[in-house]
């Protein structure tokens, strides 16, 4: 199981991340999943939950979740509320929302060695569009290969 602990090589993308943000964009599915587990934000930012069945703003000891039902909508809250930090994408129907629209500026992918044998792929649905991606780093450890790409426009 990856811990960014386990390496210096491992630790140092994911404090980068975290001090780098300044706001969360996630699915639905992701907050449902993920609020038991951290029981706060994922991150101590604004977070905006894409979703179809919006709820009351959910006010967290590190920051607020709220709701919101456009792509273009979250885009704007969290640009907005990141100010000069980064805005960062969780779950990949956000993701592949995000990317279609033109809307992201870098890429980060963790590869881990675990087979799963079922999720949403990252890069599917995306349709038609073809989209080129200019390779910017990569950095490998025993327990994860950090990737980071910029889509070319």
Not at 100 to 121: F, Y
Not at 126 to 141: D, M, R, T, Y
């Amino acid at each position: 199981v990856f811990n960014s602990s386990s390496s210096p090589v491992d630790a140092e993308p994911e404090g980068d991340s975290h001090e780098a943000t300044g706001a969360v964009v996630l699915g639905r599915r992701t907050f449902d999943v993920g609020y038991g587990v951290w029981n706060d934000t994922p991150f101590a930012t604004p977070c905006f939950v894409l979703t179809h069945a919006p709820l009351e703003p959910r006010v967290e000891k590190s920051g607020t979740f709220t709701f919101v039902t456009d792509v273009k909508d979250a885009y704007e809250q969290a640009v907005a509320a990141a100010g000069d930090k980064v805005v960062r994408l969780m779950g990949a129907q956000v993701s592949q929302h995000f990317l279609k629209a033109g809307l992201i500026d870098e890429i980060r992918v963790q590869i881990a060695p675990v087979m799963l044998g079922s999720g949403t792929r990252l890069f599917e649905h995306l349709g038609a569009k073809h989209i080129e991606l200019e390779q910017l780093g990569a950095v490998q450890s025993p327990y994860v290969t950090h990737l980071r790409y910029r889509p070319k426009p």
